[in-house]
T-cell receptor, first 108, second 114 residues
Framework: AQRVTQPEKLLSVFKGAPVELKCNYS??????LFWYVQYSRQRLQLLLR??SRESIKGFTADLNKGETSFHLKKPFAQEEDSAMYYC??????????FGPGTSLSVIP | KAGVTQTPRYLIKTRGQQVTLSCSPI?????VSWYQQTPGQGLQFLFE???????NKGNFPGRFSGRQFSNSRSEMNVSTLELGDSALYLC?????????????FGPGTRLTVL
């Protein structure tokens, strides 16, 4: 079965500290993986996707097929990074399976 | 471009009633997906439409249905409402519906079932 897990519901880090939001998936095929973010009072929006191999707002994520992980990382957290982060897996067309989400709080 | 719009934004219904929610995708987008968001279950995929055809469906009972019109606008319908249907219903649109496309989300419709 296709599944996305995010082990931390809440994550608090100090401003300037590194942050890593964990994501693991289960899927037997070749996955398309995404990170979506929802800032307070804003819509859910795409942060980055593994196929693009890009860095957005200082965040990067590497797909590790051996560990079936797609962790999101940023070397220096900023207060504006406080938000809800969802890891998502697309298996075919636009059937997207979301993880439960991690609420990141950056402490000034 | 205007973003994804959903109407109504808030809805209160009673058990046993039915409800229809509407979603207008970004102009030029042909794929529309629907999700249910609840505190306990998170974001759960309901179904996806492309060119008026349902291509994917999540694990929801038959009370949940949808359709898409020729202008790509989509509606979802929930019949015989239950208390557990109270949730935020999100729709998202993308260009051609391929799995690696970015989805653009609407603001959601908050449904409360009393």
């Amino acid at each position: 079965a296709q599944r996305v897990t995010q082990p931390e519901k809440l994550l608090s880090v100090f401003k300037g500290a590194p942050v890593e939001l964990k994501c693991n998936y289960s899927y037997s095929g070749s996955p398309e993986l995404f990170w979506y973010v929802q800032y307070s009072r804003q819509r859910l929006q795409l942060l980055l996707r593994h196929i693009s191999r890009e860095s957005i707002k200082g965040f990067t994520a590497d797909l590790n097929k051996g560990e079936t992980s797609f962790h999101l990382k940023k070397p220096f957290a900023q207060e504006e990074d406080s938000a809800m982060y969802y890891c998502a897996l697309s298996t075919s067309y636009d059937k997207v399976i979301f993880g439960p989400g991690t609420s990141l709080s950056v402490i000034p | 471009k205007a973003g994804v719009t959903q109407t109504p934004r808030y809805l209160i219904k009673t058990r046993g009633q039915q409800v229809t929610l509407s979603c207008s995708p970004i102009s030029g987008h042909r794929s529309v997906s629907w999700y249910q968001q609840t505190p306990g279950q998170g974001l759960q995929f309901l179904f996806e439409y492309f060119s008026e055809t349902q291509r994917n469906k999540g694990n929801f009972p038959g009370r949940f249905s949808g359709r898409q019109f020729s202008n790509s606008r989509s509606e979802m319908n929930v019949s015989t409402l239950e208390l557990g249907d109270s949730a935020l219903y999100l729709c998202a649109s993308s260009t051609d519906g391929r799995g690696n496309n970015e989805q653009f989300f609407g603001p959601g419709t908050r449904l409360t079932v009393l």
